[in-house]
């Protein structure tokens, strides 16, 4: 097995490099892998690559009339298009709450909501890190990644 947490060209070229030279080891990497940058620079050398990553927003009942309109004005909102949505709307609500947008005032108001996004209802840890974060696997299969 190789994991590699890099960029999508390199790993790209490292798989390609690997399955050239007849390595059959399991390729698996982060999010940047989901990408068709990695596919289209490691051509078939991809298929089966294992990539982790956070369930896919458009799949939450919350992020649906949301996903809906994305649609409407021919975007396909997939990566990190909803996450980002759904950290402006924690920062509105935040900056709200706080009536203050210091990154102090802010981190405390975090630290004390639940935010209502896109995603769902959003809270974080002591850490600063989203409580409760679904991490699942993806697969390259015939040029396209499917969630697990």
């Known amino acids: 097995m190789i994991y590699y947490g890099g960029y999508p060209t390199e790993a790209g070229l490292i798989v390609r490099q690997a399955r050239d030279q007849g ?4 390729f698996i ?3 940047p892998l989901i990408s068709e940058e990695y596919w289209k620079i490691a ?10 990553y956070l369930a896919d927003p458009r799949n ?11 649609k409407a004005e021919g975007y396909d909102p997939k990566g990190n298009t909803l996450y980002t949505y759904a950290t402006i709307q924690a ?3 935040a900056a709200e709450k706080a009536k203050s947008v210091n990154v102090n005032d802010l981190s405390k108001a975090l630290h004390s909501m ?27 299969k015939n040029g396209t990644y499917i969630e697990m």
Request: glycine share 8%.
């Open 23 to 26: 390595l059959k080891a399991q």
């Open 114 to 140: 639940t935010a209502h996004t896109v995603v769902g209802l959003l809270t974080w840890d002591k850490k600063g890190d989203v409580a409760d974060s679904k991490y699942v696997f993806y697969v390259w």
């Open 60 to 70: 939450a009942p919350a992020a649906w009339a949301v996903v809906d309109k994305f």
């Open 43 to 52: 051509g078939p050398a991809a298929e089966g690559t294992l990539m982790t």
């Open 29 to 31: 990497g982060a999010d």
């Open 91 to 93: 920062f509105a609500q």
